[in-house]
């Protein structure tokens, strides 16, 4: 079975910061891909960055990387330059590579960014 | 852009009524998701297919839900007979997935359908 733990229900952080969310996740599974979303107050999933877990360097996607610790199966999202449409929903998910292909999401970190 | 188109995006109906959400994945994809999103439960699965097969629908109530794809451009999520616990967000999304691995293909959303039922 899969777990994806984000232990920050709520995060603030000043414009043009940087800012981290946590995200620690469990599996037995030898591949798997790990995902962050962003979901704004209108509700759309937007998919931000993919880290793969045979992947050797960190996965960066313009203002968002992506900080993977395999030993600790951590993927932290590090969100640079914060602005304020960077205010949302963030949830991070994991999918195996074998088996079963559905995403299992986190409970998600609502950031706020504040001028 | 490419995107999932889910229709309706607001549904208010009362307790009792068939409700029937649809969803066109994206051309190409040969998965597709039905996710429900919660303010208890956070965002479950809820049935999966891949190539129009039903692969995974453990966490649908088999007793009022029914998911299918009658063709590849359409997937459909029926609950009959609706009850108020049903009220929540559902998203459909389509993906991509390989043989041998997934790569780094993610999954799309569509906007979602915010289902009420009173």
């Known amino acids: 079975a899969q777990k994806i733990t984000q232990t920050q229900p709520g995060m603030f952080v000043q414009e043009k910061e940087a800012v981290t969310l946590d995200c620690t996740y469990d599996t037995s599974d030898p591949s798997y891909g790990l995902f962050w979303y962003k979901q704004p107050s209108s509700g759309e999933m937007i998919f931000l960055i993919y880290?793969?877990?045979?992947?050797?360097q960190n996965a960066t996607e313009g203002r968002y990387s992506l900080n993977f610790q395999k030993a600790r199966k951590s993927a932290n999202l590090v969100i640079s330059a914060s602005q304020l449409g960077d205010s949302a929903m963030y949830f991070c998910a994991m999918r195996s590579d074998t088996g079963r292909r559905a995403l299992t999401f986190g409970s998600g970190t609502r950031l706020q960014v504040q001028p | 852009d490419a995107r999932v188109t889910q229709t309706p995006r607001h549904k208010v109906t009362e307790m009792g009524q068939e409700v029937t959400m649809r969803c066109q994945p994206i051309?190409?994809?040969?998965?597709v998701f039905w996710y429900r999103q919660t303010m208890m439960q956070g965002l479950e699965l809820l049935a999966y297919f891949r190539n129009r097969a039903p692969l995974d629908d453990s966490g649908m109530p088999k007793d009022r839900f029914s998911a299918e794809m009658p063709d590849a451009t359409l997937a459909t999520l029926k609950i009959q007979p609706s009850e108020p616990r049903d009220s929540a967000v559902y998203f459909c999304?389509?993906?991509?997935?390989?043989?041998?691995?997934?790569?780094?293909?993610?999954?799309?959303f569509g906007d979602g359908t915010r289902l009420s039922i009173l």
């Open positions: 051309l190409g994809h040969n998965t």
């Open positions: 880290q793969g877990s045979y992947d050797q």
């Open positions: 999304a389509s993906g991509l997935v390989l043989s041998r691995g997934s790569g780094n293909q993610p999954q799309h």
